[in-house]
DNA sequence: CGATAATTGTTATCAACTATACCAAATATC
DNA sequence: GATATTTGGTATAGTTGATAACAATTATCG
């Protein structure tokens, strides 16, 4: 041990008496982050948390996740493609996404089919019924979820901030 | 069921017979993502995935994850905290803490002191190796981590990303 | 062709992270 | 001084991510 095991709480630093450039916190209230503000990862962090928040709770009527709601997507536009290639495509380990398909399966919103050129793969498609909750789904994310994004970035900058995700997510 | 249970795949719909803009990608290859790259929370999730992996990576040779990464900066910027108010500040839960305090102090990074004032709280403080680590992380994550990270996105819109990502994890 | 390797969906399992309820000790409130 | 609140802690459960292994099927290649 390099420290004493009891403190008298006055041996924090003085702080404010020499007037020095600190973000607002004082002894009480909010602590200082420090070079905590300026890590990406951090806010990023943060950031995505928040975000997947405000997607649960837009899209709460339709009872589905971030996961889910990329899942439908991709089916949408890619049909006749198995788990694997899908799985593959959203960053979902296969054995993970037998659980997710039984969820969305077990609420007619997709379906496996038995592939008839491979008998091992299950084509993946969407029920009438994941057709209907996906646009519907689609429909919140956009004038809820993206509107309010806009409306607190700007046009502009939500465009530059998902320009500069998307590089990272590829070329990082 | 609203669909047949076997697939002849020659149902998937024809694709490049009528010319659309179609992003790159066959009835082979890469899936198409569709709004799926429009989705602010889908990036974000993949970015953040993206830059913890790299965090790990740089600071592998301290083996300090993010979070206790962000522990050890928050205890050196705010000495004569609790549990309590570091972990809020983190968005930690309490009961969860206790367990990654547990991890800090087993490797003498951190102590627990029992307050003057109020014989409830442990008060944080940072050992003289705590201080060390911390020290060679911050260079590390600094050199390689950010540097990586501006060196890929550009000064510029570096800064503008951490600002936006900020705000979110605000206002949002 | 036939032996061997690779793929697909799946189960089981584990680690990590998150969340809730509850408890004893200590303190605050009235 | 009775009651409520706070603090650190335990137990526990849910969620997500990761690995090993397996049967069925298909691909590869001698």
Chains 1, 2 share one sequence.
Do not use: W
Not at 8 to 32: C, H, I, K, N, Y
Not at 47 to 53: H, I, R, S, T, Y
């Amino acid at each position: 041990m390099t420290v004493s095991k009891t403190a008298s709480d006055a041996v924090r630093p003085q702080r404010s008496l020499r007037r020095e450039p600190v973000d607002p916190a004082g002894d009480d209230g909010m602590l200082q982050l420090g070079e905590l503000s300026g890590l990406l990862g951090y806010s990023l962090k943060r950031a995505q948390l928040k975000v997947f928040e405000d997607f649960l709770r837009c899209v709460a009527p339709l009872q589905l996740t971030p996961a889910q709601f990329s899942v439908l997507l991709l089916l949408d536009k890619n049909p006749g493609r198995n788990q694997t290639e899908i799985a593959n495509t959203l960053g979902i380990l296969r054995p993970n996404f037998v659980a997710m398909l039984d969820a969305l399966e077990s609420r007619d919103l997709c379906a496996r089919m038995r592939s008839a050129n491979d008998r091992r793969s299950h084509i993946l498609v969407l029920t009438d019924r994941g057709r209907a909750v996906l646009a519907r789904a689609k429909k919140l994310v956009a004038n809820k979820h993206e509107a309010r994004l806009i409306e607190v970035l700007g046009p502009a900058n939500h465009a530059a901030l998902l320009e500069m995700l998307a590089k990272l997510a590829q070329e990082f």
